[in-house]
Each structure stands twice: as structure tokens, then as C-alpha cells.
């Protein structure tokens, strides 16, 4: 196959782990027999400083020709004061509004080897494995009117019919290659948004008669996330509580260095580590780079199907933490290995 790829290394610790992430898929292609067809572009502080804006054209023309954006992460602190329009996370909104990408994806799980630097007990983390999916482009974030009157200020969410629909089916859609089972959060004991949401969420589960929907309420569902974790599968919201809620499966995974996410449109994927651009400790070749690899593990399932492939890298992800060569956030008991030796690893285990 020909995996047609942008890559927007971005700022900080981003081009560190994107350049790991890059020599793992080579390995990948190489092994499975695939050629690459591989772009690169700015984005962030470093498309500022270059081009005067965090988004370029050329960027945005590249993203909209390939099949998929593999991302580091964008944001440097000299930018911490300039204006909205001129701050390198305005690339990040600009290139998902580009992309259509409605639905973003992070995959939580626990690896045996990690499981000690959870903060909740062993045997709670133990085997989770769940996805969020989150919808990313409507409800109160992007909700009209919104603003700051005098003495009131105010936001609105809303949801269409469309917008709900189409990022449940991106939910069971999943969930048919998983567990099977849905679970859609919501707030419909006091929002009439969350009313509709559900009343949509189970029109379309209809179609989808072999996998299970169940409902949650968000309080009851942060609350049932560090409890029991392992009891999740496809978990199914709205933007505003799957912001606060993917924040909370971060934290199950022991290390922020390790969390990939996906944002899926119709047609393209958009894929990026959870962590920032990481100022304290970019240049110094000590990030970790296994989000980042995992999320262009996650390119290859969603966006191009090649699900041994994914599955492949992320059997060498767990053998390299099984193995301790990692960095230092994952507090090894030797040295630490670096971010190139950590992406070396994850080929080698391949
Ligand atoms: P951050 O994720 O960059 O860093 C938080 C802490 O986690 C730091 O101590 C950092 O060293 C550590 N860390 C992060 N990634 C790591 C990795 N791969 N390996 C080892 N340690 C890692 O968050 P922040 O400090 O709040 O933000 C820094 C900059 O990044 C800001 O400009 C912010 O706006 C930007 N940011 C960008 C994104 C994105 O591009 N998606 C996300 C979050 C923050």
C-alpha cells in the first residue's frame, strides 16, 4: 500500500518525537512491504518565526493532499503573551477545522510494565483499555452567542441532529472491532442538549444491533473512571466533558509521554501525542516519543486499516517498556535511554 503522510514536527520536544515516530514507520513499511510517500510542513512557533503565521498555506495545501497528518506538538513560551492570532496553538485549531477532524480519539490503556506509576492502585488500573471518543467541533466551545456583558457572561451549547449522529457512528464503528460495547455520557437529568444527544445517540445504535449502548451520567462517569476503569470499552461525549474526561484517562496510563490521540473527519485523520512541546526539556533528547508512536500506531489502524501493522507496533511498545530502555518519566531503574534510543528499541522489537 501507498501511505501518503504529512508530517508537522512542530515545536519543542515535537520534532524529537516525530522524528522517532517517522523511523518507526519506516521500519513498519519496511517490513509489511508498503512505500511511504512522506511530506513535511510547518506549524506552531517555528511557522511564526518563518513565515509570520502559525498555519501556513502550504501546510494546509499539503494536509488537505495526504491521506493523513501525523503532528508533534506545537507552543513556545516567547508566544505566551502574544495575541490570539498570533499564538502557535492557533495552527492546531486552524489545521483541525481544515481537516473536518469532528471526532478525537485517545485510546487509554495500562501496561503491566507502567502499572506502578499510576497513582491509583494496581489492581483498579489493571487491564484497562478503553477509548474515548470526544466530539471536537461543536457544544460550548464553539456554541453562539457567547461573550462577557457587563456583569454576566455566557456560552451556549448546542448539537445538531448531524453532529451528533456522525460521531456516534465513529463510536460504533469502533466498538464493532473491540468489546462491543458503547457507553454514551451525558448530562440528561439537567440539560436539554444532553436530552437530544441521548435521544440520537440510541436512533443510531439501531443500526448497530451487535453492539451493547449504555448510558452514564458525566459526574457518575469521572467517578466510575478511578474506580473501575476495566469496566469501559467505547466511551461516547460531547466536547466540554470529554475535555475533562480524557484528562482523567490520562492519568490511568501513568505518563503523559505515553498517550496517543486520533481526530477522525470523513475522509482524513489528523494524529498527534497528548503532551505539549514540553520547553523544559525539548532539545535535550530525553522526551519520551512512545505517544507519539503510538498515534501513528493509531494512523495505521483507522486511517489506512492496516490493523496487523498497528498491532505489531504497539506488541514492540510493550516489549521496550518490559525491556526498561526507557526515559526518564518512566523512572527507570538504570540510566534513562534517550528519545532516539527509545524509537531504535521500538523498530528493533518490531
Ligand atoms: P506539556 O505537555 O508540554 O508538558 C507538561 C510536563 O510533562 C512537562 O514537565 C514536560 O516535560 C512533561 N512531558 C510532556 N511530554 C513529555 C514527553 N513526551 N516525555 C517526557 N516528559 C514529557 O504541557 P505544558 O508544559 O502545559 O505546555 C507547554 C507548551 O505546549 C505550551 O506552549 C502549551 O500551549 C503547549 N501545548 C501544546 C499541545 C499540543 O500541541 N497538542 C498540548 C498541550 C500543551
Known amino acids: ?42 506549524i506552531g ?26 503532528m508533534g506538538a506545537v507552543g513556545l513560551p516567547e508566544f505566551d503573551n502574544a495575541p490570539p492570532g498570533k499564538r502557535p496553538e492557533k495552527g492546531l485549531l486552524g489545521i483541525r ?41 461543536a457544544g460550548l466551545y464553539y456554541g453562539q452567542p457567547r461573550g462577557i456583558e457587563n456583569d454576566r457572561a455566557f456560552n451556549t451549547m448546542s448539537y445538531t441532529r448531524a453532529e451528533i449522529e456522525r460521531v456516534t457512528h465513529t463510536a460504533f464503528k469502533l466498538a464493532r472491532n473491540r468489546r462491543k460495547l ?16 441521548r435521544k440520537v445517540v440510541i436512533e443510531v445504535a439501531a443500526q448497530y444491533p451487535d453492539v451493547k449502548l449504555e448510558h452514564i451520567l458525566v459526574d457518575n462517569a469521572a467517578m466510575q473512571m478511578v474506580l473501575r476503569p476495566t469496566q469501559f470499552d467505547v466511551m461516547l461525549t460531547e466536547n466540554t466533558f470529554g475535555d475533562i ?53 493509531a494512523m495505521l489502524e483507522y486511517t489506512f486499516d492496516l490493523v496487523n501493522e498497528a498491532n505489531a507496533v504497539n506488541a514492540a511498545i510493550g516489549k521496550v517498556l518490559a525491556s526498561g530502555r526507557v526515559t526518564a518519566d518512566l523512572k527507570p531503574k538504570g540510566t534513562p535511554a534517550t528519545t532516539d534510543q527509545v524509537g531504535r528499541a521500538v523498530s528493533e522489537a518490531l
Open 1 to 42: 500500500m501507498n501511505l501518503k503522510i504529512l508530517i508537522l514536527p512542530g515545536d519543542g520536544i515535537g520534532a524529537e518525537v516525530t522524528s522517532a515516530a517517522v523511523d518507526v514507520l519506516r521500519a513498519v513499511a519496511k517490513k509489511f512491504g508498503h512505500t511511504l510517500e512522506l511530506s513535511e510542513g510547518l
Open 45 to 70: 512557533g517555528v511557522a511564526i518565526h518563518k513565515t509570520g503565521t502559525p498555519l501556513p498555506q502550504d501546510t494546509l495545501d499539503k494536509a488537505l493532499a495526504a491521506d493523513a497528518t501525523l
Open 97 to 137: 477545522a481544515a481537516l473536518d477532524v469532528f471526532a478525537n480519539l485517545r485510546p487509554v490503556r495500562t501496561y503491566p510494565e507502567l502499572i506502578d506509576s499510576s497513582p491509583l492502585k494496581n489492581h483498579i488500573v489493571d487491564g484497562t483499555d478503553m477509548i474515548i471518543v470526544r466530539e471536537l467541533t
Open 182 to 197: 458503547v457507553t454514551s455520557v451525558d448530562k440528561s437529568n439537567v440539560l436539554e442538549v444532553s436530552q437530544f444527544w
Open 245 to 297: 474526561l480524557s484528562d482523567i484517562g490520562g492519568i490511568l496510563a501513568g505518563s503523559i509521554g505515553m498517550l496517543p490521540s486520533a481526530s477522525l473527519g470523513e475522509k482524513k485523520g489528523l494524529y498527534e501525542p497528548v503532551h505539549g512541546s514540553a520547553p523544559d526539556i525539548a532539545g535535550q533528547n530525553k522526551a519520551n516519543p512512545l505517544g507519539a508512536i503510538g498515534s501513528m500506531a
